[in-house]
């Protein structure tokens, strides 16, 4: 079956500081990828998407791109803000329905 | 630009009460979704429909049934609500042939005491 797997953290940064959010997946067929960010109190925003292999989404200062040859869809931000703090969720989907979502990975940035 | 509306946003239930919990969206989304997130448990999916007429069990559907009312509005009922009931509640839609992600709603905190 389809999977996501994904770093759960927490992840700590100090403002400014380089972040990496690891996502690897498992999927029979052609899956789009996706990036969701969930702020406190509030459903999943989406962040950013790649539809197929090399694509490289952005967002934000956010970005990921599209790895079939290591099955990978790693989130990066050169400079991350207090305001990114947040749960961020890796997802795919398979015909555009029945998404598969990765457990979440806290990250907290201090100022 | 209302997306997906979720009501109640809050709601505390005692053992063996029933409720639904609603859902619509205004997008003419054809697929909808309710998830539970649980600390640990990441999203799991208890109920879809992929069209309008159509629902289908998800991961974990115990517990629940839901109504496809209409294209807009995707229901969800607890007919005797437990405390593992206990959760927040996510409605979603999409649009498969659009290639794009879900749009969540913002939540349904629930508490089974």
């Known amino acids: 079956g389809n999977s996501v797997t994904q770093m759960e953290g927490p992840v700590t940064l100090s403002e400014e500081a380089f972040l990496t959010i690891n996502c690897t997946y498992t999927?029979?067929?052609?899956?789009?990828l996706f990036w969701y960010v969930q702020y406190p109190g509030e459903g999943l925003q989406l962040l950013l998407k790649?539809?197929?292999?090399?694509d490289k989404g952005s967002n934000k200062g956010f970005e990921a791109t599209y790895r079939k040859e290591t099955t990978s869809f790693h989130l990066e931000k050169g400079s991350v803000q207090v305001s990114d703090s947040a749960v961020y969720f890796c997802?795919?989907?398979?015909?555009?329905?029945?998404?598969?979502f990765g457990p979440g990975t806290r990250l907290s940035v201090l100022p | 630009n209302a997306g997906v509306t979720q009501t109640p946003k809050f709601q505390v239930l005692k053992t063996g009460q029933s409720m639904t919990l609603q859902c619509a969206q205004d997008?003419?989304?054809?697929?909808m979704y309710w998830y539970r997130q649980d600390p640990g448990m990441g999203l799991r999916l208890i109920y879809y429909?992929?069209?309008?007429?159509?629902?289908d069990k998800g991961e974990v559907p115990n517990g629940y049934n839901v109504s496809r009312l209409n294209k807009r509005e995707f229901s969800l009922r607890l007919e005797s609500a437990a405390p593992s009931q206990t959760s927040v509640y996510f409605c979603?839609?999409?649009?498969?042939?659009?290639?794009?992600?879900?749009?969540f709603g913002s939540g349904t905190r629930l508490t089974v005491v």
């Open positions: 790649a539809t197929k292999a090399d």
């Open positions: 429909s992929a069209s309008e007429g159509t629902t």
């Open positions: 979603a839609s999409s649009e498969p042939r659009d290639g794009g992600g879900y749009t």
């Open positions: 997802a795919l989907s398979v015909g555009g329905q029945n998404f598969v």
């Open positions: 999927a029979t067929g052609y899956p789009s």
């Open positions: 997008m003419n989304h054809n697929s």
